[in-house]
């Protein structure tokens, strides 16, 4: 269907003079009709039923261990098992591997990793192989789904317990350094899936165990919790002088993205890098009682909710109508007129085309013309930016101190800042709600981090060194502190390459070399297939990228909030927002509901039964769900990844504005599903009051659902704004306060040198007599030789020496 905001759509014949008065009301009798005939047709093509989506951490543990294989590397599973009884016969006779005593599987458990150690490639690899293999599940012994993972998770407590963890790294430290292998692929002008065997299968080896082992439930053995917690801490700490696990992951992805091991199979790597941040820093549940624990440290009171669970819990709303919405845009100056304002505008709130590493003008820019939705909404945000600066979330005033404000300059005249203890001179019912205002105000653990860095800037002698916590959130942020940058800024590149809505360029980066066969297909059915397996890869990606991004904003926030900051403001500068809206500018219910998998080559089910026939029809069909659980719970971790960037951030809110967010974010708003919602709601609300009266006119619907889903607080104005008095804001100073600030705390916590000014010194002159130092074998040698030349023979002038004191 047409759009119905295109330009004349729907629209009347303006009248000009009292003869063409008839023909004006006939033509808008006609667009009327159109316009309800339209209405019609839209609400029954945005007809989308409510999805019942449960969103947590992760997929269900058979679906994030089938995620590991790509379609290409089922022929895998059979030489791996090929591997395994090779070497199993020629160790233990008569017997299989689930008949064997657990004392005796951990004997040819230790006779595998011996076997590791050979000089031989090939040699090695098989063995690594049956490793994998019994990482696997030994599916080759079991009877169904349920035992393959049964079993996987068993020898994968085994394997860990035998010490296999340790070799499997030193073996993927010798893959990351193979200069030869690396200069190999780089020269190569086709990489497939054989120029990465090695790594993939020390990859899936360490996959395993950590999805396994950090899987907990109720029937686990105290040996398995406890061998739990010492994977976890292997994971959390550096060990063997060696830096944390999820460092040397990162190191990989961004020597990936410099083109320098075009070969590394990055899908497991993200996977891995996501599981094991998950696995040590906690999952969401966890966060929440470290939340908890740190009010109470802080002495803040208890938190009254769980926001996630209180989110869980809502209903999804109808989608607003937007052809209604789209109609009433004739109320809206002409395109022409606003285009004329846009340009001038665009000299204030710049791209910051220096910052942007993607080479684009415009990250929206599409063959297709603009609507007159958005045209209006550009424009009419415009018009009422310079009397809307005013922002409801800026710092210097919250609920009370704005109160107060507002208190004082009615009954005194004159204001106190940001004091809110003076009440002299104010009506006793104003003191009855300044005390019922703080009984009940909000103090966030940001708040109190924020202050007490202030005062150790202010005073860092008076109050001492600062005692950091050696907790798995800090050692991580001190490992990636300096490398932070190109960390994100690599994984944003990769986000890219992975969009649905990216053009294949030849600039780009190539993330489709472990799931590219060495012969690609000759007839339709493989094509068919390829094109789902590399659809699924990259639907893989993005879910990873996006779960590790917003994991590691909570954990580093929870932590300290300039940790968080620092890291968001890094996001930013590599263009993170316009690319999330990039995302999103696309069918996102088809999207959500795409079916890029086929469910009888999936992991485990591949294992237990022979492959059916593949027919065009069983491509096609897919599987039998409603929607993609992961390409759904990517799409609200990249909503929730872009509220946390935006909010209580002017410019950043400025910059969803001039992207023109709104209505590529309303478009959203057609997946039925609440958490995606109300994430949407929140990033409409922020922008709201500059988008203009007649935006607000335009989608009353979306309005109503902003004020019954979102939270509010008590001096919220975000719908409205025209009384605000302008004054100029300065978008980019914003930012740079807060750099100034990140670099403050990073130099003052990180880069303090060991001998520090502030360290106490030793006045008392027998003490540091008394100090024995240890001299070196020759000062003995050459001591008189030295008073001689640096004490006896040089003059001492005594009169210019008291002249200077």
């Not at 109503?704 to 980019?732: E, L, T």
Request: aromatic share 8%; with cysteine.
């Amino acid at each position: 269907m047409e759009d119905p905001a295109a330009p004349g759509a729907g629209s009347p014949p303006a009248n000009g003079n009292g003869n063409g008065g008839g023909k004006g009301k006939q033509a808008a009798a006609k667009g009327r009709e159109v316009f309800r005939s339209q209405r019609r047709e839209s609400e029954g093509s945005v007809d989308c039923p409510t999805l019942e989506f449960e969103y947590g951490d992760a997929d269900g543990h058979a679906a994030e261990l089938s995620e590991l294989y790509s379609y290409t590397e089922n022929l895998e599973f059979t030489t791996n098992r090929r591997c395994f009884e090779e070497d199993f016969k020629t160790q233990v006779q008569g017997k299989e591997w689930l008949e064997l005593e657990e004392d005796a599987q951990k004997t040819y458990v230790m006779g595998l990793l011996d076997r590791l150690e050979v000089v031989n490639r090939e040699r090695r690899l098989k063995v690594a192989r049956a490793v994998l293999y019994l990482a696997q599940g030994t599916f080759g012994e079991c009877d169904s789904e349920v035992d393959v993972l049964h079993w996987s998770r068993y020898n994968c407590f085994l394997l860990y317990q035998m010490g296999t963890f340790s070799a499997f790294l030193e073996l993927l430290h010798m893959e990351i350094d193979n200069s030869q292998a690396c200069s190999t692929a780089v020269r190569k002008p086709a990489i497939s899936i054989a120029d990465s065997t090695e790594l993939r299968v020390l990859l899936s080896v360490l996959y395993l165990l950590v999805e396994n082992i950090r899987l907990e439930r109720e029937t686990d053995s105290c040996g398995w919790r406890t061998a739990r917690e010492t994977f976890r801490t292997e994971l959390s700490f550096s060990m063997h002088n060696e830096e944390p696990f999820a460092l040397l992951l990162f190191s990989m992805v961004t020597k990936f993205c410099s083109g320098l091991a075009p070969h590394f199979p990055i899908k497991k790597v993200l996977l891995l890098l996501w599981k094991v941040v998950m696995f040590t820093l906690g999952r969401f549940e966890h966060l929440q009682a470290l939340k908890v624990q740190k009010r109470a440290e802080l002495g803040l009171p208890p938190l009254a909710e769980d926001s996630l669970q209180v989110v869980k819990s809502m209903r999804a709303a109808s989608p607003p109508s937007y052809t209604l919405d789209l109609g009433e845009s004739q109320l809206a100056p002409p395109p022409s007129k606003l285009r004329g304002r846009r340009g001038s505008r665009r000299q204030l709130l710049t791209k910051q085309d220096s910052l942007d590493i993607y080479n684009e003008r415009d990250l929206f820019k599409t063959e297709e013309p603009a609507t007159e939705e958005e045209e209006e909404s550009a424009g009419d945000g415009e018009r009422t930016l310079d009397g809307e600066l005013d922002l409801l979330e800026q710092d210097p005033l919250k609920d009370i101190e704005h109160f107060l404000e507002l208190s004082r300059n009615k009954f005194i005249g004159f204001t106190l800042g940001q004091d809110t203890d003076t009440l002299v001179g104010l009506p006793r019912p104003i003191h009855e709600s300044v005390k019922t205002l703080k009984q009940h105000k909000y103090i966030s653990i940001a708040d109190v981090q924020i202050k007490n860095e202030e005062e150790l800037e202010k005073c860092p002698m008076s109050l001492g060194e600062e005692v950091v916590p050696e907790t798995p959130c800090e050692i991580l942020y001190q490992g990636m502190l300096y490398s932070l940058p190109q960390y994100m800024i690599a994984l944003l590149k990769i986000l890219l390459a992975a969009a649905p809505t990216s053009k294949a360029k030849t600039d780009s980066i190539n993330i489709l070399a472990d799931v590219l066969p060495e012969e690609m297909p000759v007839t339709v059915l493989q094509s068919m297939k390829l094109g789902i397996d590399v659809n699924r890869h990259k639907e893989i990606i993005v879910k990873s990228i996006s779960a590790l991004l917003l994991l590691l904003l909570k954990h580093f926030k929870l932590n300290h909030i300039y940790q968080f900051e620092y890291v968001s403001q890094h996001l930013v500068f590599a263009n993170c927002i316009p690319l999330i809206l990039k995302f999103f500018n696309q069918n996102i219910l088809s999207y959500i509901t795409a079916k890029n998998s086929i469910s009888v080559l999936d992991y485990p089910c591949c294992t237990i039964q022979d492959l059916p026939e593949l027919t065009t029809e069983s491509l096609e069909a897919g599987d039998n769900n409603q929607f993609c659980w992961r390409n759904l719970f990517s799409c609200i971790n990249l909503l929730r990844l872009l509220n946390k960037l935006t909010k209580w951030k002017h410019s950043r809110t400025m910059m969803l504005v001039v992207f023109k967010s709104a209505p590529i974010l309303k478009r959203a708003l057609k997946v039925k599903q609440a958490m995606l919602q109300l994430y949407v709601l929140k990033l409409l609300k922020i922008q709201t009051k500059y988008l203009g009266r007649q935006w607000r006119k335009s989608n009353m619907k979306t309005m109503s659902a902003i004020y019954q889903k979102v939270r509010h607080r008590m001096n919220d104005d975000w719908a409205y704004g025209n009384d605000i008095d302008a004054r100029p804001w300065d978008f980019q100073a914003e930012e740079c306060t807060l750099r100034a600030n990140i670099e403050a705390f990073n130099s003052r916590r990180y880069d303090r040198p060991q001998d520090s000014e502030f360290s106490p010194v030793d006045n008392c002159l027998q003490s540091v007599l008394g100090q024995r130092l240890d001299l070196p074998e020759d000062f003995h040698c050459s001591y008189e030789i030295w008073l001689e030349r640096e004490v006896f023979s040089q003059p001492i002038c005594w009169e210019e020496l008291l002249q200077n004191h």
